[in-house]
């Protein structure tokens, strides 16, 4: 017998049938580790060539000219790379990721679903690191994801990058919340600060960062009080 040749190619608007059926074929093979899909194959196969004829890049796996494996690039963002369901285990998904890594030096991300331990453990062993983690409420499925990132050839440029994103939304944040503390302070009764109300805060805060921990969050939190209070006075 002959071995089974494996190429990659890049795909384009008349692959996305086949592309699709992948997905969808992937996807229901993979529940319950990853959520079952909110969208049907005829839905799926339009979205697919929406998205190959826009800013999307594809690629193709294929063995002896049977595809059995697809990777869709936007931007910075590996946004799928799906397996047929009896493809599995044998290299087909590295190959694809060899060719997102060579395609993405400087770096990429992508979502995972929190259930997919299979898919986090693959891309562990391939180099790519864990960042936030979400509930869910950004995604169709409502399924709780794992942001994660192939850092490339620069780690700290990237990272860099991916830090001036956030600062952006940070700065916003703080600009926000100053003028709301500014707001209530002529119509506070007593102008000492309430120590109960802060810790409320702390406690909200920082159930949405864990990772931080409350007492973190309370010594951050006094210093964005304290400096709002302060540019407040200073108006
Ligand atoms: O809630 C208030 O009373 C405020 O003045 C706002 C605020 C805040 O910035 O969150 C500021 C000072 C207080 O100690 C508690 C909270």
């Known amino acids: 017998m002959t071995p089974t040749e494996l190429t990659l190619r890049p795909a384009d608007a008349g692959d996305a049938d086949t592309m699709a059926d992948l997905h969808v074929d992937s996807r229901e093979a993979n529940v319950p580790s990853m959520p079952p ?8 196969r339009r979205w697919m060539h929406g998205r190959l004829e826009g800013a999307s890049s594809g690629w193709l796996a294929e063995e002896d000219g049977v595809a059995v494996g697809y990777a ?3 931007g910075d963002w590996l946004d799928d790379l799906f397996l047929a369901p009896a493809a ?3 290299g087909v998904g590295a190959a694809l990721l060899d060719v997102v890594k060579a395609e993405r030096p400087g770096g990429f991300c992508l979502w995972v679903f929190e259930s997919n331990a299979g898919a986090r453990r693959f891309y562990a062993r391939h180099g790519l690191v864990e960042l ?3 509930d869910g409420h950004a995604n169709e499925e409502g399924a709780p994801d794992v942001r994660l990132a192939w850092p490339g050839r620069d780690p700290v440029s990237f990272f860099r990058r991916l830090i001036d994103e956030v600062d952006d939304e940070l700065g916003d944040l703080l600009a926000r919340r100053a003028a709301l503390t500014r707001a209530t302070q002529p119509h506070e009764v007593d102008p000492s600060r309430d120590p109960d109300r802060e ?4 406690a909200r805060l920082a159930r949405r960062a864990p990772s931080l921990g409350e007492e973190r969050v309370a010594r951050i939190m006094h210093a964005v009080i304290t400096e709002s209070l302060g540019a407040a006075e200073d108006d």
């Not at 899909?37 to 799926?44: A, F, G, I, Q």
């Not at 810790?199 to 702390?202: E, L």
Request: charged share 30%; proline share 0%.
């Open 37 to 44: 899909m909110v969208h049907d194959r005829t839905t799926t």
């Open 88 to 90: 599995t285990g044998r």
């Open 132 to 134: 936030e983690t979400t």
């Open 199 to 202: 810790r409320d805060i702390v």
């Open 72 to 74: 869709v690039l936007t």
